[in-house]
């Protein structure tokens, strides 16, 4: 999705419900959309489910694993590519590494999880706290105000182009 100066790429983190071969071609699609993104001097926001980095025992897993050896490294490729949503970990986290900045949603109900691993490239993290992200773009970046439900800005973050 296109929003004038601002791309938005969906990545299908579900690597179980996929073949190899369907995996690759993501991969290789998302090269693509990167590439053209590069180019066109379009600023990208990957949004998935899955995060590659958290201090989560989730850390250890597969998927992340998968992604820190797969698509970490494409996106690192890519300076446009400045922000990384994703979520399934229950608990709020923002990282930074090579220029992207991470941010994993707390969560919006249910369960909450507890950091028990020091993640290298975290640089905040709030648990048992249900958390929204509003994002606003702006004409020289994204400016990101995470919430508790009782309105209470948690974190902060500004990205500038």
């Known amino acids: 999705?296109?929003?004038g100066r601002i791309q938005l790429l969906l990545f299908n983190t579900s690597?179980?419900?996929m073949t190899e071969k369907r995996q690759a071609k993501q991969l290789a699609w998302m090269e693509l959309e990167l590439r053209k993104a590069q180019k066109a001097n379009k600023?990208?926001?990957?949004?998935?489910?899955?995060?590659p980095f958290s201090s989560n025992p989730e850390n250890f897993r597969?998927?992340?694993?998968?992604?820190?050896?797969t698509l970490v490294p494409l996106l690192e490729k890519y300076s446009t590519v400045r922000l990384v949503l994703?979520?399934?970990?229950?608990l709020y986290e923002r990282s930074f590494k090579e220029g992207i900045h991470?941010?994993?949603?707390?969560?919006?109900?249910?369960?909450?999880?507890?950091?028990?691993?020091?993640?290298?490239y975290s640089k905040f993290i709030k648990s048992f706290?249900?958390?929204f992200t509003m994002i606003k773009v702006k004409k020289e970046g994204f400016h990101l105000?995470?919430?508790?439900?009782?309105?209470?800005?948690?974190?902060?973050l500004k990205i500038r182009y």
């Open 129 to 131: 706290k249900t958390t």
């Open 1 to 3: 999705m296109n929003f």
């Open 102 to 120: 991470y941010v994993v949603a707390g969560p919006s109900g249910g369960i909450y999880n507890v950091p028990t691993f020091n993640n290298r």
């Open 15 to 17: 690597f179980h419900q």
């Open 86 to 90: 994703s979520g399934h970990l229950h």
């Open 43 to 51: 600023i990208t926001i990957i949004s998935m489910h899955h995060s």
């Open 62 to 69: 597969a998927i992340p694993k998968k992604l820190r050896a």
């Open 145 to 156: 105000k995470t919430f508790d439900t009782a309105n209470n800005l948690i974190d902060e």
